[in-house]
């Protein structure tokens, strides 16, 4: 059992902005459009890979008005997606190209990394991985198809102490210890290409974190199914004495929710059963779709939702 990465989900900025960046300058496939399950009046989007497969969603909760979040110890500090090894020439030229504010590629557990900025100040990175070229990407999208993002990689952690996340990340997620460099140890889900790391960053004394735009909200791990998810909430309570909430209904997946030792909010989210539930594969994200309950307001969420742009070709 060692499941990796489901989604990360982020407090964004306006709509239009978050839907131009991420599906024309990422490339990225809005693949599905809805609502904040618990705040209909704003959008849920969700952009991933091709058939929107666990470990390459990246979730905005977007907001017209927010304020800028201030990262602190306690939260997440970057989320980092797969490109081909030959595909970082091209992304660095088009952060020139597109105005985004990155950094030059270091090196990070030997492999290039390439730090960025969305239009909120989300970061984000890009690592080089061989053989990636392999995997499915998404063509349809504002990207060539060889140079697509393949997914998550995973994300990095800001927090104070380490032992008690790794603990759970080890004995609940079926990650191990893969290596220590600096003061940052890496975490990996074997076995698992996409989603499959997670980097804590201890630093005793930081700043708290203020919420806003560009704040990851929370991190998602996958379940195979519900079986699966229960005997992790078992494990959280039995050897951890973490309570969960209940089980929330999330049309695409079904989540139970924790506040993790080092304060990060953790999802444990199943695989099943997927984008294409409610609408077919190669139509993903075309059109607004609504939970039951919220059915019968539809004209008036409609209204209120600022229209989205469809998606450009490659350029
Ligand atoms: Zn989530």
């Known amino acids: 059992m060692s499941n990796g990465i489901h989604h990360v989900t982020v407090i964004g900025g306006p709509a239009v902005r978050n839907h131009d960046f991420y599906t024309r300058v990422l490339g990225m496939r809005l693949v599905k459009t809805t609502v904040n399950f618990d705040d209909p009046g704003t959008y849920h989007l969700y952009y991933g890979d091709e058939a929107g497969r666990p470990g390459s969603i990246l979730t905005f ?13 306690g939260e997440t500090q970057e989320t980092v997606f797969r490109v081909p090894e030959a595909a970082m020439g091209f992304w660095t030229h088009r952060f020139i190209e597109k105005g985004v504010e990155h950094q030059a590629p270091e090196k990070r557990f030997g492999e290039s990394v390439c730090s960025f900025k969305d239009p909120d100040g989300t970061r984000l990175a890009l690592v080089a991985v061989r053989g990636a070229e392999a995997e499915p990407g998404w063509s349809g999208g504002g990207v060539p198809a060889e140079h697509a993002l393949r997914g998550l990689q995973g994300v990095s952690l800001l927090l104070e102490q380490r032992e008690p996340t790794a603990a759970v990340l080890t004995d609940v997620f079926g990650f191990r210890e893969a290596g220590t460099e600096g003061s940052t140890t890496r975490y990996v889900a074997d076995g698992h290409a996409v989603g499959g790391v997670v980097d ?40 951890h004495g973490l309570e969960t909430t209940e089980q929330k209904d999330r049309n695409y997946f079904r989540s139970v929710y924790f506040r993790e030792p080092g304060h990060v909010l953790f999802e444990i989210a199943t695989d099943e059963p997927g984008f294409a539930v409610d609408e077919p594969a190669d139509a993903l994200g075309t059109s607004l779709k609504l939970p039951a309950q919220y059915e019968p307001m539809r004209e008036r969420i409609e209204r209120q939702l600022p229209p989205l742009a469809p998606a450009q070709p490659a350029d």
């Open 200 to 239: 804590i960053r201890a630093v005793g004394g930081f700043l708290k974190p203020r919420p806003g735009g560009g704040s990851v909200h929370h991190i998602a791990f996958r379940a195979k199914d519900d079986a699966e998810q229960a005997a992790m909430v078992k494990r959280l309570k039995e050897n």
């Open 61 to 73: 909760f977007p907001w017209e008005h927010v304020a800028p979040g201030r990262l602190g110890v």
